[in-house]
């Protein structure tokens, strides 16, 4: 099972819910999968869930990266109009 993709929590486990259904929960920050009428298949679900948040945070964390690089290079060319700790929202 994947790791919590909000918190980093390896402690990620498969609980009952009051229905009779599963999901896969963190119980560090309360991140909880879709429900599954199997516990097997709630492990299933939270995988793809966390492979499609981890895809979205990657690119948003390339795009983070690109504007601090940017960033950079005009302090380093002695462009002192830069506004340094904000970085624009991809």
């Known amino acids: 099972m994947h790791p919590c993709p909000y ?11 009051e229905i009779g259904g599963y999901v ?9 999968g879709p429900e599954a009428p199997y516990a097997t298949i709630a492990v299933r679900r ?10 979205n945070c990657k690119y948003h964390l390339l ?3 690109k504007d601090l690089r940017r960033q950079l290079h005009e302090l380093e060319s002695g462009n002192d109009d830069v506004e340094l700790g904000r970085v624009d929202d991809a």
């Open 24 to 32: 896969a929960a963190c119980p560090c920050c309360g991140m909880a």
């Open 46 to 55: 939270w995988n793809v869930l966390c492979s499609k948040m981890c895809r």
């Open 7 to 17: 918190c980093g929590s390896d402690e990620v486990s498969v609980e009952e819910t």
């Open 63 to 65: 795009m983070v990266v």
